[in-house]
């Protein structure tokens, strides 16, 4: 079976500072991967990569076995068309939300589908009152940003992603800016959307919804996955010290017998 | 000192008033949606990454910014023809002159506006699938448009007065005719109080309008 990501060999650097030191990961159909890994340890950029919001230095990602870029002497070139076209196939859900605030709830979600997609008017608004009624927000379609609160917002962002049916969605750390009362709104959404088999990926330091959600958890340390596997076994009895160290020093960690 | 004053012998002279005020709106009307259109293109050229682009809309800037639009006037009206050979009329020199300095400062003004939205917006605007231009035109320009409208109405009022420069190689707008009046009646503090009402009556109204703008603009906070 093909990956909806195929992630190989895959470097990333800013300027002479190496993030990214040789990923290799496959995500499959229906399954929710997710990252962690301390600050800095490269789990954004390894994301970023993944949509292009930044271009890799090195390495190869297929999109449902198609490989974004061309190769030319070795090296991978990209075309801004063809990114543009990628995104829409990957969605990508931000921790600061970044709702367009001068457009309602409603508009928000259409505004992918009109603008990049071309769909109708009328099929863009059924559409999303579609994926609004998904997470619970049909209710707030003529509502502007301002008027939402942070749980609200977020799951706003999740719909106008999802309306544009991509087949793989990426979560950065999207409850962290969130008061603590709302981040299980959120939380119970893209557990929602787990169940109902959407590939995703997310980086989260919400130990119990990995442990719950994911079908594998990674475990990134100084740019490189240092351990991986089912989150029974990471989480309760990793192989690395660092790992568990990590997990130690969580907080949040508190997992059920 | 004693002065009476006659405003009757400056009202005697309405039409030639009227024909002033034509003139102030109509190159009012041109240099403002010239210099605003062509400073939104310039302004977006100062924001663009690659030099060649931004860097002659900066010295553009920079050229026309720090001269004196009077200077520029004077010099499309008398230099302009002996440079190039061509005649240019007062209209013409005076609404370059007006044009190029509007278009100078409001560029900056859009760039400022433009680099004051987060890059938040651009990256939302990119992860759903759209390319450099859409997010401009859909996401970033009207959010910007919106904190920009103050300081380009202050630059419209600006631009509106600015018209009297006009004066200067004899366009009729309403400085220019209220000279002329002054001239045949000896009646220059009436003529000049008349003019500074005018301006008044007539931009105060305008100002609101932009008020109404601003509101609109507003709904979605
Ligand atoms: N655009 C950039 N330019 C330069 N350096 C960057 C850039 N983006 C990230 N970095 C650097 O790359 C390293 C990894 O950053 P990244 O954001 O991927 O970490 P992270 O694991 O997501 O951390 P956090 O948990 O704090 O979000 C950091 O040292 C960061 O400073
Ligand atoms: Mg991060």
Not at chain 1, 72 to 95: D, I, S
Request: glycine letters at 8%.
């Amino acid at each position: 079976m093909t990956p909806v990501v195929e992630i190989r060999n895959l470097h990333k650097s800013f300027g002479d500072l190496e993030v990214l030191r040789g990923i290799d990961l496959d995500v499959m159909q229906g399954e929710a991967v997710v990252l962690l890994g301390s600050s800095g340890s490269g789990k954004s950029t390894l994301l970023r990569c993944i949509n292009f919001m930044e271009e890799p230095t090195d390495g190869r990602v297929r999109i449902n076995g198609d490989l974004v870029g061309t190769e030319r002497g070795g090296r991978m070139q990209y075309r801004e068309a063809e990114l543009c076209r990628l995104r829409t196939r990957v969605g990508m859900v931000f921790q600061h939300f970044n709702l367009f605030p001068h457009m309602t709830t409603l508009e928000n979600v259409m505004e992918g589908q009109v603008i990049v997609l071309g769909r109708s008017k009328e099929e863009a608004k059924s559409k999303a009152m579609q994926q609004l009624s998904r997470v619970g927000l049909e209710d707030k379609a003529p509502e502007y940003p301002a008027r939402l609160s942070g749980g609200q917002k977020q799951r706003v962002a999740i719909a106008r992603a999802l309306a544009m049916d991509p087949e793989v969605m990426l979560f950065d750390e999207v409850t962290s800016a969130l008061d603590p009362e709302l981040v299980g709104e959120v939380l119970k959404t893209m557990r929602q959307l787990a169940e109902e088999g959407m590939t995703m990926v997310c980086v989260t330091h919400e130990i119990g919804f990995a442990y719950h959600v994911a079908n594998k958890v990674c475990f990134l340390h100084e740019g490189r996955i240092l351990e991986q596997g089912e989150p029974q076994k990471i989480l309760k009895s990793p192989d690395s010290t660092r790992v568990s160290e990590f997990l130690e020093g969580h907080s949040l960690f508190k997992l059920p017998d | 000192m004693q002065h009476n004053w006659n405003f009757a012998s400056v009202f005697a002279y309405w039409d030639v008033l009227l024909i002033g005020l034509w003139g102030t709106v109509y190159i009012f009307a041109i240099t403002c949606v010239l210099g605003l259109g062509f400073g939104l293109v310039v302004g977006m050229m100062r924001y663009s990454k690659a030099w060649w682009i931004s860097y002659p809309a900066r010295v553009f800037v920079e050229v026309f910014r720090n001269t004196p639009v009077l200077v520029q006037i004077i010099w499309f009206f008398f230099a302009l023809p002996v440079v190039t050979g061509v005649e240019v009329s007062a209209f013409t020199a005076a609404a370059l002159g007006i044009t190029l300095n509007t278009i100078a400062f409001s560029a900056e003004v859009f760039r400022g506006g433009i680099q004051s939205i987060e890059r938040e917006q651009w990256e939302a605007g990119k992860a759903i699938g759209m390319n450099y231009a859409q997010t401009m035109r859909r996401i970033i320009l009207y959010q910007a448009l919106k904190r920009m409208l103050p300081p380009l109405t202050s630059r419209g009022i600006e631009v509106f007065k600015m018209s009297t420069l006009a004066s200067v190689v004899a366009y009729s707008e309403t400085l220019h005719q209220a000279k002329l009046i002054a001239s045949y009646e000896f009646n220059p503090i009436e003529a000049y109080t008349v003019v500074a009402i005018m301006f008044f009556l007539v931009l105060l109204p305008l100002v609101q309008l932009t008020y109404v703008l601003e509101r609109r603009f507003g709904k979605s906070d």
